[in-house]
């Protein structure tokens, strides 16, 4: 089907066709890296969901392999749905997954591959006891789901933990268990947020404060902090926070209540949702992935045969400079799909002005972009507009000022990555990050939003930002990676060799000096595992 096939990507991961949503039980394995996927085999929306399959050495390159599980049993017979691997101390591999019972009960499963011996983990077993956990009395029976990667404690037994709600508070449960069969629901809740209402996909991990590395999902020591996430079922956003976790009684304690998790940060402040991270042993390394989901129509979806993308896979550390955000960044394999780069230094772009960046067809792309303000002499800089406003055509002084992807000559199309600052009366300078997807399309039953937020700007940084161009999607990072925006776009004329790309100045007030290093990127090779090639 060649309808708006220029909107598929060239070296983000996605199905050759149909349906996928969340990540499920990411893991690396004998050499391979494991990618799992909420997927529907037989249509291009949500339904009879199964698991998708498809591994990897370098988290850029992939191969399908069969779907790994099935709806075929009671207990997930509506639904085979998200969950998370845990690789155990003597070398097995647990799944826990959520199933949808035949009376859509939620209820948390346990497989395990057939054969350890096998690297591509073909096949999986469903414990012939399943499920090992139902509902508990006073959560409801749609609202237990999503188990996490398991974390071992002081004690020695094993801890999950499982997003649901009460009322409109979200909340997570932890259990205990020895085996993975039989469990013990703990009495505190991990955490609980008033307002939140239901969390899907938990996210539970430790970071170091001070270290470079990823780690275990198990560790915590002196120096090392927790982020529990939860992806909020009412906005479908994914909230995170940074706090301490209490093995003792098994309790997580924000560092700041006013940044409770839901209330506070966002993973992606763009269109982004049911992330969930894995620690690469291979690499000592984070890795957080993250379903992008369509803002099209569902007749739009059916008509082009496919639906969703996932996000390049992103290394995650705490940010020591900040102490208040984790820092999130392409995985460095990312770099070997590098071609040829352009430079362009010291641009100065004056007050309201477009400067073409000419590099040739402009669909995939890595780019860095550096800026510094100049104030004209004859201008008073302060303003009082905060936030990213209408998006990028609502002038300020201070902004905004960035670049403009998926462009075509005529600007009927583009995709504005911008800065926008805001000059307090008392010298207090903010900035907002932004990606204004409003001007992305002509086409008209498309879902285009400003996304935004403040970023934190450390003293003596400049205004950075990164961003990965892969046909539909745009991929954001600002000041290393403190926030992220990722925008999912319909391009209709901005496409193969007419997109483009420019650096913009909407700022009233000041000249904005430019300097840019961008590459081209390469596709990915992601097919078939080419099985009658190999045996
Ligand atoms: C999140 C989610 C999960 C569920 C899965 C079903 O997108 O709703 O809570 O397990 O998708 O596909």
Same mark, same amino acid.
């Given at each position: 089907?060649?309808?708006?096939?220029?909107?598929?990507?060239?070296?983000?991961?996605?199905?050759? #066709?149909?349906?996928?949503?969340?990540?499920?039980?990411?893991?690396?394995?004998?050499?391979?890296?494991?990618?799992?996927?909420?997927?529907?085999?037989?249509?291009?929306?949500?339904?009879?969901?199964?698991?998708?399959?498809?591994?990897?050495?370098?988290?850029?390159?992939?191969?399908?392999?069969?779907?790994?599980?099935?709806?075929?049993?009671?207990?997930?017979?509506?639904?085979?749905?998200?969950?998370?691997?845990?690789?155990?101390?003597?070398?097995?591999?647990?799944?826990?997954?959520?199933?949808? @019972?035949?009376?859509?009960?939620?209820?948390?499963?346990?497989?395990?591959?057939?054969?350890?011996?096998?690297?591509?983990?073909?096949?999986?077993?469903?414990?012939?006891?399943?499920?090992?956990?139902?509902?508990?009395?006073?959560?409801?029976? #749609?609202?237990?789901?999503?188990?996490?990667?398991?974390?071992?404690?002081?004690?020695?037994?094993?801890?999950?933990?499982?997003?649901? !709600?009460?009322?409109?508070?979200?909340?997570?449960?932890?259990? !205990?268990?020895?085996?993975?069969?039989?469990?013990?629901?703990?009495?505190?809740?991990?955490?609980?947020?008033?307002?939140?209402?239901?969390?899907? $996909?938990?996210?539970?991990?430790?970071?170091?404060?001070?270290?470079?590395?990823?780690?275990?999902?198990?560790?915590?020591?002196?120096?090392?902090?927790?982020?529990?996430?939860?992806?909020?079922?009412?906005?479908?956003?994914?909230?995170?926070?940074?706090?301490?976790?209490?093995?003792?009684?098994?309790?997580?304690?924000?560092?700041?209540?006013?940044?409770?998790?839901? %209330?506070?940060? !966002?993973?992606?402040?763009?269109?982004?949702?049911?992330?969930?991270?894995?620690?690469?042993?291979?690499?000592?390394?984070?890795?957080?992935?993250?379903?992008?989901?369509?803002?099209? @129509?569902?007749?739009?979806?059916?008509? #082009?045969?496919?639906?969703?993308?996932?996000?390049?896979?992103?290394?995650?550390?705490?940010?020591?400079?900040?102490?208040?955000?984790?820092?999130?960044?392409?995985?460095?394999?990312?770099?070997?799909?590098?071609?040829?780069?352009?430079?362009?230094?010291?641009?100065?772009?004056?007050?309201?002005?477009?400067?073409?960046?000419?590099?040739? @067809?402009?669909?995939?792309?890595?780019?860095?972009?550096?800026?510094?303000?100049?104030?004209?002499?004859?201008?008073?800089?302060?303003?009082?507009?905060?936030?990213?406003?209408?998006?990028?055509?609502?002038?300020?002084?201070?902004?905004?000022?960035?670049?403009?992807?998926?462009?075509?000559?005529?600007?009927?199309?583009? @995709?504005?990555?911008?800065?926008?600052?805001?000059?307090?009366?008392?010298?207090?300078?903010?900035?907002?990050? $932004?990606?204004?997807?409003?001007?992305?399309? %002509?086409?008209?039953?498309?879902?285009?939003?400003?996304?935004?937020?403040?970023?934190?700007?450390?003293?003596?940084? #400049?205004?950075?930002?990164?961003?990965?161009?892969?046909?539909?999607?745009?991929?954001?990072?600002?000041?290393?990676?403190?926030?992220?925006?990722?925008?999912?776009?319909?391009?209709?004329?901005?496409?193969?060799?007419?997109?483009?790309?420019?650096?913009?100045?909407?700022?009233?007030?000041?000249?904005?000096?430019?300097?840019?290093?961008?590459?081209?990127?390469?596709?990915?090779?992601?097919?078939?595992?080419?099985?009658?090639?190999?045996?």
């Amino acid at each position: 089907n060649a309808m708006f096939s220029w909107q598929r990507t060239s070296y983000h991961f996605q199905p050759e #066709k149909n349906w996928m949503n969340d990540p499920d039980g990411p893991l690396f394995y004998k050499g391979w890296y494991h990618l799992f996927y909420q997927y529907n085999p037989d249509s291009a929306v949500w339904g009879n969901i199964t698991w998708g399959h498809a591994v990897s050495t370098d988290l850029i390159h992939w191969l399908y392999l069969p779907i790994a599980m099935v709806p075929d049993r009671w207990y997930d017979i509506n639904g085979v749905w998200t969950g998370s691997a845990t690789i155990l101390p003597d070398g097995q591999i647990v799944m826990l997954y959520t199933g949808s @019972t035949n009376t859509t009960v939620q209820v948390q499963n346990l497989a395990y591959p057939a054969n350890l011996s096998d690297p591509l983990l073909l096949d999986w077993v469903k414990y012939s006891g399943n499920p090992v956990l139902v509902p508990p009395p006073g959560i409801g029976y #749609k609202d237990f789901r999503d188990p996490t990667t398991a974390w071992i404690g002081p004690d020695g037994q094993w801890r999950i933990t499982i997003g649901s !709600k009460i009322n409109k508070t979200g909340l997570s449960l932890v259990y !205990k268990t020895t085996d993975f069969i039989h469990y013990h629901l703990s009495y505190n809740l991990l955490h609980e947020v008033p307002g939140t209402g239901m969390w899907e $996909c938990v996210d539970f991990y430790p970071v170091s404060t001070n270290g470079s590395k990823g780690l275990d999902t198990s560790v915590n020591a002196p120096g090392v902090k927790h982020i529990l996430k939860a992806s909020l079922d009412d906005t479908k956003v994914d909230h995170y926070a940074i706090g301490t976790y209490y093995a003792g009684n098994d309790t997580w304690v924000p560092d700041n209540p006013k940044e409770d998790v839901g %209330i506070g940060l !966002k993973v992606d402040y763009g269109r982004y949702y049911a992330s969930k991270t894995f620690y690469d042993q291979n690499k000592e390394r984070r890795i957080l992935w993250g379903w992008i989901n369509e803002t099209d @129509t569902e007749s739009d979806d059916l008509r #082009k045969g496919w639906a969703s993308v996932q996000t390049i896979p992103r290394n995650v550390l705490f940010d020591n400079k900040t102490g208040t955000n984790i820092l999130q960044w392409p995985v460095e394999e990312i770099e070997t799909l590098r071609l040829n780069s352009s430079e362009f230094n010291e641009v100065v772009v004056g007050p309201g002005s477009v400067v073409p960046l000419d590099i040739g @067809t402009a669909t995939q792309l890595d780019i860095f972009a550096e800026f510094e303000v100049e104030k004209l002499e004859s201008e008073e800089t302060e303003n009082d507009a905060t936030g990213c406003g209408r998006g990028s055509i609502e002038r300020t002084k201070l902004g905004p000022f960035g670049i403009l992807v998926i462009a075509d000559d005529s600007l009927s199309e583009r @995709t504005p990555i911008f800065f926008r600052l805001h000059n307090s009366t008392g010298g207090d300078v903010t900035t907002f990050f $932004c990606a204004d997807e409003t001007r992305s399309s %002509i086409a008209p039953d498309v879902l285009k939003r400003v996304y935004g937020t403040e970023v934190p700007v450390v003293d003596g940084e #400049k205004l950075s930002f990164r961003v990965l161009v892969d046909h539909s999607i745009v991929e954001s990072f600002a000041q290393g990676g403190r926030r992220v925006i990722t925008s999912r776009v319909y391009p209709t004329q901005a496409i193969y060799g007419a997109a483009r790309i420019f650096l913009f100045n909407n700022a009233s007030g000041v000249n904005v000096k430019a300097n840019l290093k961008i590459w081209q990127l390469n596709s990915a090779f992601i097919h078939p595992f080419p099985f009658d090639q190999i045996q």
